[in-house]
């Protein structure tokens, strides 16, 4: 049995007696709490970042040669027409999106991200419309790369002067559509006004110059003309519509194939025409030159403007190109941010992108095309 002055001893007491060693107990608690409650602390702050923020982070993704090859299949591939072989680079570039239908982006991320200036942070509703899901983004993204490959192959053989047929398609109606009840899913748009439609130009050039009058509309359904007349709408900016949305459907002479996986989205446009055109015509029209950009591209040529140019140029840059071609309607967002060794060229159509290639791969100084400025 303990004896009465033993009965109460803990580890580390050296005395029953109340003396200074039970003082050093409790000032080991008042430690151990001071512990429990730093730890808790801590875990609470990493709980806390740890919690998803409705932004989205880019930052630069690889680039592609559009000449070269990816997992040993040549990303252009041409069958039915003579090639050449292509040296030198033509770069599409890419862009890493977190976030969003991605997968959240925590508070420490966002932050991060914030501080790195190689990245951008932006809030998720300028990126994705409210409620997208992760499937319907990669099926959105798909289907664009699928419409940016094919309006490539069309400006390319334009701009080559290569024949091909192209007709004009309803792909639905938006909300409140005149055409409502007049235009279906699939009608093939033939004539307007008594004037052939071989472009959505046509269409549009003569919604303006009737000015809100109805417009009489030829279409082929499912192979049996229909006629239609409807009235446009002003769109609230001046511009009369008809509330159709409008796809091409194309009939190249041959085929054209484009390879490339895990990339989505229209930006690569402007570059897959570069790559057909310099495939399908004899000589190098790099010059050997490490040349990128980035850009949309329409049937007939036209550039229009992207997303992520900041880390698109980073991304150029890295993978080795002294030249980039950026659209003219980026050009707000270029200056201030070129990376050092990087010519950036503004452009506006695909003829002006190849003029800029030709006259690097020829030799010639650079200096005089048009860059972006801050005037």
């Known amino acids: ?3 009465p002055g033993q009965e109460n001893m803990l580890p580390g007491d050296t005395s029953p007696d ?8 409790r000032g080991s608690n008042k430690v151990s709490l001071m ?3 730093g730890l808790l602390a801590l875990g609470l702050g990493i709980a806390a970042g740890t919690i998803p923020v409705p932004y989205v982070v880019e930052s630069r993704g690889p680039a592609f040669n559009t000449l070269g090859e990816v997992q040993g299949s040549p990303v252009i591939s041409v069958t039915g027409h003579e090639t050449y072989p292509a040296q030198g680079n033509l770069d599409l570039t890419t862009v890493y999106v977190e976030g969003g239908p991605n997968g959240p982006v925590s508070i420490f991320g966002a932050f991060a991200a914030w501080l790195d200036r190689s990245k951008a942070v932006y809030p998720e509703e300028l990126i994705y419309p409210s409620g997208t899901t992760k499937e319907q983004a990669a099926e959105e993204g ?4 699928t419409t940016s490959q094919e309006n490539a192959v069309a400006s390319a053989l334009t701009e080559l002067k290569i024949p091909f047929g192209q ?3 309803a792909a639905g109606l938006s909300d409140g559509s005149p055409s409502q009840g007049k235009i279906e899913k699939g009608d093939v748009f033939e004539s307007i006004n008594g004037k052939p439609v071989a472009s959505l130009a046509v269409v549009q050039s003569e919604l303006a110059a009737g000015k809100g009058k109805p417009a009489t509309l030829v279409m082929d359904r499912a192979g049996e003309p229909v006629t239609e007349t409807i009235t446009p709408v002003d769109n609230g900016a001046g511009r009369y519509i008809l509330g159709v949305m409008l796809q091409y459907r194309f009939s190249f002479p041959f085929d054209v194939k484009i390879s490339l996986d895990k990339v989505a989205g229209p930006s690569a446009g402007m570059m897959f025409s570069l790559g057909i055109i310099d495939t399908l015509t004899p000589g190098d029209l790099t010059g050997g030159k490490h040349v990128a950009g980035t850009g949309t591209i329409s049937p007939d040529g036209m550039v229009g403007p992207i997303g992520g140019i900041d880390q698109k140029m980073q991304g150029a840059r890295a993978g080795g190109a002294t030249l980039f071609l950026a659209p003219a309607a980026n050009c707000d967002e270029v200056v201030g941010h070129i990376p050092e060794g990087l010519q950036v060229v503004k452009v506006e159509n695909l003829a002006q992108a190849r003029h800029a290639v030709e006259v690097a791969g020829s030799g010639q100084d650079t200096s005089g095309l048009p860059g972006c400025s801050s005037n």
């Open 18 to 25: 109340g003396g200074a060693p039970r003082g050093a107990k």
């Open 142 to 145: 798909a289907v664009a790369m």
């Open 1 to 3: 049995m303990a004896s």
């Open 167 to 169: 007709q004009l398609q």
């Open 35 to 37: 512990t429990t409650a």
